[in-house]
């Protein structure tokens, strides 16, 4: 059975507990900016004019991965990647982003919602150098929402278990995958350039 109204909605899901909508914050308190500061990797949604969503990983050493310029003002770097800049586009259209913030060992997440505007001013880029090498561009996101996100998704999912790590051997590597989708494709070649892009290219 679909379920195409909000009516239908609530008549499967009960109503949430008063403190969902509590906790909602309009800025980034001590709590949310401690657990940026801890994180090393976040996802960013975004959407096309038409609506259509993308999710995008970013990932950086704890610290770097973005910058706190204020209760609603939080920075995040661009780093070289594969240049389709798909986020980058959907912002263009649509400036709204949606972020969840991960940290290695913990349960919680952080959700943070905002309007991303896309910046080259050397003054934003700064902060978030590594290694003396700046961010292509930053984001600067007025957050518009921020709250702690309960546990019971990654406690679900055993997502910091040593137990519950996949062996590598299980899933086909990058170049594997690329091979079957992409005719003439060579897996071996991909590898080799994906290495080297990774130990020359990160910043």
């Not at 709204?96 to 919602?113: C, D, K, Q, S, Y």
């Not at 700064?126 to 518009?144: D, M």
């Not at 278990?161 to 060579?186: F, H, K």
Request: proline fraction near 7%.
């Amino acid at each position: 059975m679909g379920i195409d109204t909000m009516a239908e909605l609530r008549a499967v899901y009960r109503p949430p507990a008063s403190r969902a909508s509590l906790k909602v914050l309009d800025r980034l308190d001590m709590h949310c900016r401690n657990f940026i500061a801890l994180s090393p990797f976040y996802v960013i949604s975004s959407a096309r004019a038409d609506g259509r969503a993308d999710a995008s990983p970013r990932g950086d050493p704890p610290g770097s991965l973005a910058c706190v310029l204020d209760d609603k003002t939080l920075l995040l770097p661009d780093r070289p990647g594969n240049r389709q800049v798909d986020t980058l586009m959907n912002l263009v259209e649509r400036p709204h982003v949606g972020l969840v913030f991960f940290v290695p060992g913990l349960t919680e997440t952080l959700r943070v919602n905002g309007r991303a505007e896309i910046s080259t001013d050397a003054g934003l880029l700064q902060p978030l150098a590594i290694n003396g090498k700046l961010p292509i561009s930053v984001l600067k996101v007025t957050v518009e929402e921020a709250f702690l996100h309960c546990a019971k998704a990654l406690v679900r999912a055993r997502l910091w278990e040593p137990a519950a790590q996949v062996e590598r051997a299980r899933y086909p590597t990058y170049g594997q995958v690329l091979a079957d989708q992409i005719a003439g494709a060579d897996a071996v070649e991909i590898d080799a350039g994906e290495a080297e892009s990774a130990r020359t290219e990160l910043y």
